[in-house]
T-cell receptor, first 112, second 112 residues
Framework: GESVGLHLPTLSVQEGDNSIINCAYSNSASDYFIWYKQESGKGPQFIIDIRSNMDKRQGQRVTVLLNKTVKHLSLQIAATQPGDSAVYFCAEYTGGGNKLTFGTGTQLKVEL | DTAVSQTPKYLVTQMGNDKSIKCEQNLGHDTMYWYKQDSKKFLKIMFSYNNKELIINETVPNRFSPKSPDKAHLNLHINSLELGDSAVYFC???????????FGPGTRLLVL
């Protein structure tokens, strides 16, 4: 069946280091992927997205990589800051493109 | 300026009661959603409305009834609340049904 999952439930990094959060998906027909950041007590916040006709997209300090061959998605955060501490979700449009399916989330902890 | 707003932010109630959560978006989006986030942070779609019409209705007990009076509002009414309904409920909206979704701050429901 369809699934969007994350390899690591918790990731601890030192401030200033780069962070990489991974996500696996199983629906090869999915063509739109989104990364969200959820801080404690808040709603998910859009970070960056990528469509299946691309393999890389960059934002401010964030890069999303898409490997369709192995159905893998990653979010890279450069020079991780304490404010990056949050739960990160990858999400995939499934069900004919109307339903956004979320992965289980990765808790990113930034150590000073 | 709040793009997607929800009321109330917190809701504590007794089992068996009926309660409503309201959502409003000022983004001019056509599509609105309700999600449930459980204690393990798992986010699952419940309903989606496009221009006041129901387009997604996941396997949700019929005690949950969404209502969209206009395309800027999507309310969620819950009858006969149960302990298992305790969760955070998020409203979201997107310009079109397959585009980036923007989330509200959430309503924390606790059923005692």
């Amino acid at each position: 069946g369809e699934s969007v999952g994350l390899h690591l439930p918790t990731l601890s990094v030192q401030e200033g280091d780069n962070s990489i959060i991974n996500c696996a998906y199983s629906n090869s027909a999915s063509d739109y992927f989104i990364w969200y950041k959820q801080e404690s007590g808040k709603g998910p916040q859009f970070i960056i997205d990528i469509r299946s006709n691309m393999d890389k997209r960059q934002g401010q300090r964030v890069t999303v990589l898409l490997n369709k061959t192995v159905k893998h998605l990653s979010l890279q955060i450069a020079a991780t800051q304490p404010g990056d501490s949050a739960v990160y979700f990858c999400a995939e449009y499934t069900g004919g493109g109307n339903k956004l399916t979320f992965g289980t989330g990765t808790q990113l902890k930034v150590e000073l | 300026d709040t793009a997607v707003s929800q009321t109330p932010k917190y809701l504590v109630t007794q089992m068996g009661n009926d309660k409503s959560i309201k959502c409003e978006q000022n983004l001019g989006h056509d599509t609105m959603y309700w999600y449930k986030q459980d204690s393990k942070k798992f986010l699952k779609i419940m309903f989606s409305y496009n221009n006041k019409e129901l387009i997604i209705n996941e396997t949700v007990p019929n005690r949950f009834s969404p209502k969209s009076p206009d395309k800027a509002h999507l309310n969620l009414h819950i009858n006969s609340l149960e302990l298992g309904d305790s969760a955070v409920y998020f409203c979201a909206s997107s310009r079109l049904a397959s585009e980036t979704q923007y989330f509200g701050p959430g309503t924390r429901l606790l059923v005692l």
